[in-house]
Nanobody, 123 residues
Framework: QVQLVESGGGLVQAGGSLRLSCVAS??????MGWFRQAPGKEREFVAA???????????DYADSVKGRFTISRDNAKNTVYLQMNSLKPEDTAVYYC???????????????WGQGTQVTVSS
């Protein structure tokens, strides 16, 4: 049974940093990513990282987080990380970990989802 479990959310002041983690159990996925959903808004893509073997990884980022967020993964631990720096109040949202079989930026590209972790950035 596949499970994705996020951790690392919390409350931080603007300009601060947080690191989210997501552990996947059951199997290793080609692509793992992060989405977020703010109150009253649709869930949106944040970042994703794909791995096709060896030491080659491909990372994709939403324009709103480029240069501030970094996604990485440790396949030995089946874990994906999201390092978030220079956080802004508009980054406040529930962050969801997702896993799938193909590289993509859409919700439909992912087959499995975590329960979400709250990130709140105060001004």
């Amino acid at each position: 049974q596949v499970q994705l479990v996020e951790s690392g959310g919390g409350l931080v002041q603007a300009g601060g940093s947080l690191r989210l983690s997501c552990v996947a159990s059951g199997r290793t996925f080609y692509v793992m990513g992060w989405f977020r959903q703010a109150p009253g808004k649709e869930r949106e893509f944040v970042a994703a990282i794909s791995w096709s073997g060896g030491r080659t990884f491909y990372a994709d980022y939403a324009d709103s987080v480029k240069g501030r967020f970094t996604i990485s993964r440790d396949n030995a631990k089946n874990t994906v990380y999201l390092q978030m720096n220079s956080l802004k109040p508009e980054d406040t949202a529930v962050y969801y970990c997702a896993a799938g079989r193909a590289r993509g930026l859409r919700i439909d590209d992912y087959d499995y989802w975590g329960q979400g972790t709250q990130v709140t950035v105060s001004s």
